[in-house]
Nanobody, 121 residues
Framework: QVQLVESGGGLVQPGGSLRLSCAAS????????MAWFRQAPGKQRELVAT???????NYADSVKGRFTISRDDAKNTLSLQMNSLKPEDTAVYYC???????????????WGQGTQVTVSS
């Protein structure tokens, strides 16, 4: 079974930067979509950014121009570079992988346990 583990969260001042990483224990075959979600206190979980097995990326409007999602297939790692952080970015960030349905495989979702990001002065 695939296991996802996030790291890199912490406390940062507004305008600062953090880089989150998500390590996967097993290989996920194409097609798939990998993503970062976040959940702030009292709010629903929201999609932050996605990257497909073909390397296509998408971002929530609130983070466009500030966040960058990337993969390192050799290291089985998903990353989120976060720049120009705002207090509104404070949340628990979750790594997610959706293995899309394909021949011999149903659609399957994998989640990490989350890492806390706090943006405060």
């Amino acid at each position: 079974q695939v296991q996802l583990v996030e790291s890199g969260g912490g406390l940062v001042q507004p305008g600062g930067s953090l880089r989150l990483s998500c390590a996967a224990s097993g290989r996920i075959s194409s097609p798939y979509v990998m993503a970062w979600f976040r959940q702030a206190p009292g709010k629903q979980r929201e999609l932050v950014a996605t990257i497909s097995s073909s390397a296509s990326t998408n971002y929530a409007d609130s983070v466009k121009g500030r966040f960058t999602i990337s993969r390192d297939d050799a290291k089985n790692t998903l990353s989120l570079q976060m720049n120009s952080l705002k207090p509104e970015d404070t949340a628990v960030y979750y790594c997610h992988t959706r293995a899309l349905a394909s021949r011999g495989r149903p659609q399957t979702d994998y989640w990490g346990q989350g890492t806390q990001v706090t943006v405060s002065s």
